[in-house]
C-alpha cells in the first residue's frame, strides 16, 4: 500500500546521464544515502534514503537523448485505469503501464500542454515513507501556460478540484483531493523561465534554510535558478544540479506545512 491516498504525490525520481555525480550532489545537498537497486536490469537505480527510510531515486535516461530531469509521481490503485482516464480527457500515454519487478506498476503520462508525469501502483514499494522534513520531498507543482486546460484535465484524470487564489498579481491554484491540498499549479514567470520550456512538474524539497541550500547546491556544481524569494508557503529557491535537472527547495518555516 502507499503511504498517501490515490491522486497524491507519492515519489520522485531524478533521470540523469551522470548517476554516479548525482549520488555525490544529493547526498551531500540533502543528506541523502543511496541504496542501489540490486537487479542489473535497473541499470543502477539508486533509493535515495533519508534516515534510512525511502524519500526519492535516480536512475539512468529512459531513451538516449532524454534531458535530465526529476518526475513526479501520482499514488493510483489502478494504474490501467488511469490510462485509460489520460487518453479521454486529451493527454498521451508516454509509456503504457509495466511491472517494475516485484516492487509495483509504473507509467508516464503527458497532459494536453505537454507536462509529464508518472503514476506508481505499490506492491512491494510504497513510494516515498517520509514527507514534510528537511531532506524530504515536500511539494509538487505545475508549472503550465494553460491552467484552464489543466484544471479539465486533472480533475477528469484525478479527481482534483481547483482552489485559486490571488499571489502576488498572479493566480495560484491549489489542487484540493477530498479536504487536502495535494499539488499545486501556477503559470510560469517570463522573467526566470526560459520562454520555450514547455509545461511541465517540479519537485520541491524541505530545507532548513533556503538560502544555506541554493548556496551549498551551487558550491557543489548545481546552479540557482531562482534566488531565494518569500512566498506564502515558505522561502524557497529553484535549482539545476550539475547536470541540468530542475527541481526547488523548500523552507516551510517553524510550523512546516
Known amino acids: 500500500m502507499s503511504t498517501v491516498p490515490p491522486g497524491t504525490p507519492c515519489w520522485a525520481d531524478l533521470a540523469t546521464p551522470d548517476l554516479t555525480d548525482a549520488r555525490r ?16 536490469e535497473a541499470g543502477g537505480y ?21 534531458v535530465p ?11 490501467e485505469l488511469v490510462a485509460g482516464r489520460v487518453e479521454r480527457a486529451g493527454g498521451q500515454v508516454v509509456v503504457p503501464p509495466f511491472e517494475v519487478f516485484d516492487r509495483g506498476r509504473m507509467a508516464v503520462f503527458a497532459d494536453p ?14 513510494g516515498a515513507e517520509v514527507f514534510n522534513v528537511p531532506g524530504a520531498m515536500s511539494w509538487t507543482e505545475l508549472v503550465t501556460p494553460d491552467p484552464e486546460g489543466a484544471k479539465v ?10 482552489d485559486d487564489q490571488p499571489v502576488g498579481g498572479m493566480t495560484y491554484t491549489g489542487w484540493r483531493l477530498g479536504t487536502h491540498i ?13 520562454a520555450d520550456l514547455p509545461a511541465y512538474w517540479t519537485v520541491y524539497f524541505a530545507v532548513a534554510d533556503a538560502d544555506a541550500a ?41 510550523d512546516g506545512d
Open 113 to 126: 500542454a505537454g507536462a509529464t508525469f508518472s503514476v506508481w501502483q505499490p506492491l512491494a514499494m510504497p
Open 25 to 40: 550532489f544529493y547526498p551531500e545537498l540533502f543528506g541523502w544515502t543511496g541504496q542501489v537497486t540490486p537487479e542489473p
Open 182 to 194: 495535494v499539488a499545486g499549479m501556477m503559470p510560469p514567470f517570463a522573467d526566470d523561465f526560459p
Open 46 to 66: 539508486t533509493i535515495f534514503q533519508l534516515d534510512g527510510r525511502p524519500v526519492a531515486g535516480a536512475g539512468p535516461p529512459a531513451i538516449p537523448d532524454q
Open 153 to 162: 484535465f486533472y480533475e477528469l484524470v484525478f479527481g482534483w478540484q481547483p
Open 69 to 79: 530531469i526529476w518526475s513526479t509521481y501520482l499514488a493510483t490503485d489502478d494504474a
Open 214 to 254: 541554493a548556496a551549498r547546491a551551487a558550491e557543489l556544481g548545481g546552479t540557482i535558478l531562482v534566488p531565494p524569494r518569500d512566498n506564502p508557503a515558505g522561502r524557497f529557491a529553484a535549482l539545476r544540479d550539475p547536470q541540468g535537472a530542475l527541481f526547488s527547495v523548500i523552507d516551510l518555516g517553524p
